[in-house]
């Protein structure tokens, strides 16, 4: 039996789609995200000793919980089928949030095993099982929120059922801004709502935004980015689920936010900005106006998160 020292790991919260990349596009921020320690368990295989700041809502079945179901993954791809290894898990971020709580979960979870057998596969390796485990979550298969958690950064899916990520470069000075008001949006609803036709017009103005922000990672051309963060196919749709949504997409703007949009799947929201002065005026401008219409709201101000899953 397997009996190594007990590591400890964080993975960061994420913002996926980043309005023109609908599944495709996500980035990793500071600050909230998911501690785990893995150790030696008590008994033979894969369990869970605790769930910290999580009000009793995730489940302790290491079948039904997404960071157990991505290190099961992990550890029967690597062959070890007589381990006793535990996970204690401890939630720094809001639930059904939009900022990839079960993404860090299932990212925690696999790169903590990973790290406690001694690191065998590399992050990018890892990126399947996390995957795996995040499905168990919302019933999609897709990398927007476990890929930025996992390598950090701006990452584009070229595809994700064979996992080709790329990696984007990061302007020095871009800030994001998240806020996450004090409302709930079941990620099931908000995809049900989604239609499945969409124009050619607005395929083709997307296809645009798309590149063109693309490029500007690359060019690191602010004024650029703020050109392409224009949503033609999701925000549309997706805003009438969030109270005063254009409302607070005005205030950010006028404040010189780059862009402003819905984070995943909501509520939560993200504004992409120039630095650190224009994110925080963003975050008190919006927070205002939520408390003034009897909304609560949590922000966060960060850099972008060009580490992502690490070990402490």
Known sequence: MLDFPGVKVFAPATVANVSVGYDVLG?????????????????????????????????????????????????????????????????????????????ASAVAGVFGVNEYLGSPLTKKELLPFAMLGEQVADGAYHADNVAPSLMGGFILIRDNEKHDTIRLPSPTELYACVIHPHISILTSESREILSSEVSLEKVVKQTGNIGAFVASLYR??????????????????????????????????????????????????????????????????????????????????????????KKY
Do not use: W
């Open 220 to 309: 690191s051309d602010l004024e650029l980015l703020k050109r392409s963060l224009e949503d033609h196919i999701i925000e549309p749709q997706r805003a009438k689920l969030i109270p005063h949504f254009y409302d607070l997409k005005e205030i950010a703007l006028k404040n010189k936010a780059l862009g402003f949009s819905i984070s995943g799947a909501g509520p939560s929201l993200f504004a992409l900005c120039p630095n650190s002065l224009v994110a925080e005026e963003v975050a008190l401008s919006i927070k205002t106006h939520l408390k003034q219409n009897k909304i609560g709201s949590d922000t966060y101000i960060s850099l972008i998160n060009n580490e992502g899953a």
């Open 27 to 103: 980035f990793a921020i500071h600050g909230p995200g998911d501690d785990i320690i893995v150790r030696t368990g008590k008994k033979l295989g894969l369990s869970i000793a605790g769930i910290h700041g999580a009000q009793n809502r995730l489940p302790k079945d290491p079948k039904k919980n997404t960071a157990t179901v991505a290190a099961q993954a992990l550890l029967d791809h690597l062959g070890y089928d007589n381990v006793a290894i535990e996970l204690e898990i401890f939630k720094k971020m809001p639930f059904a949030s939009g900022m990839g709580s079960s993404a």
